[in-house]
């Protein structure tokens, strides 16, 4: 499979240890290109248009699928959500993203959702004998209570096309990492995000500010 240019979406202060996993499987199978901001390389005094400026057109310039992780104070988070959205913007010379979202075990989420056909479900859940579709949008926030809005935004609907996946399903081989990834960036453009929901402009629900 090609070898796709990927930016990593999560909060720094509490996840980092969870994106610097990934990056170390990465070194030993070359799953992916690493596209990510990491600490330190936004200078954090610049203003937040500023922020964003740099976040979409030097991180996000050439990556074609963003991973999410999701951990407990993920939704809160503004330069979150600016990813996010920068992600699904289908602009002129920043074309859209495709979307994983990757709940990770602080979240004790044992919910799932397989957006790309059956390929997926029949490697990652063969297990499962029955699927459903669920569009509501209280039921998505009690299964995914820690997903950012934006995701629950584009749950609600299948031409999203975003699969969620638990952590440890997710690093459990090198083959599923790599075609999940591969998946995503398949589906990117047939994508239909809905962007309605304006980007976040400060952070809630914790007492300090950092991205």
């Known amino acids: 499979m090609t070898t796709h240019k990927v930016f990593i979406s999560y909060h720094h202060r509490n996840d980092q240890q969870y994106k610097e996993m990934l990056l170390n499987i990465n070194r030993t199978f070359s799953i992916f290109i690493d596209a990510s901001v990491d600490t330190g390389d936004i200078d954090p005094s610049l203003s937040d248009q500023s922020i964003r400026t740099k976040i979409r057109d030097e991180y996000l310039k050439d990556s074609t699928v963003t991973i999410l992780l999701v951990g407990t104070e993920t939704k809160y988070r503004k330069h979150i959500d600016w990813e996010l959205y920068s992600s699904m913007y289908d602009g002129q010379v920043n074309k859209k993203s495709g979307i994983l979202v990757v709940m990770l075990p602080s979240t004790n989420?044992?919910?799932?959702?397989?957006?790309?056909?059956?390929?997926?479900?029949?490697?990652?859940?063969?297990?499962?004998?029955?699927?459903?579709?669920?569009?509501?949008?209280?039921?998505?926030?009690?299964?995914?209570?820690?997903?950012?809005?934006?995701?629950?935004?584009?749950?609600?609907?299948?031409?999203?096309?975003?699969?969620?996946?638990?952590?440890?399903?997710?690093?459990?081989?090198?083959?599923?990492?790599?075609?999940?990834?591969?998946?995503?960036?398949?589906?990117?453009?047939?994508?239909?995000?809905?962007?309605?929901?304006?980007?976040?402009?400060?952070?809630?629900?914790?007492?300090?500010?950092?991205?």
Request: proline share 5%.
């Open 109 to 211: 989420c044992d919910n799932f959702r397989a957006a790309h056909d059956d390929k997926e479900k029949e490697l990652l859940y063969p297990h499962v004998e029955s699927w459903m579709s669920i569009d509501s949008e209280t039921t998505l926030k009690e299964r995914y209570p820690y997903a950012p809005k934006r995701i629950i935004d584009n749950l609600k609907s299948n031409s999203a096309n975003i699969s969620i996946v638990s952590w440890g399903k997710f690093i459990s081989s090198p083959e599923i990492m790599e075609k999940l990834i591969h998946w995503t960036f398949e589906d990117r453009l047939s994508a239909a995000y809905d962007l309605s929901t304006p980007m976040r402009r400060i952070n809630s629900g914790v007492l300090y500010s950092l991205l």
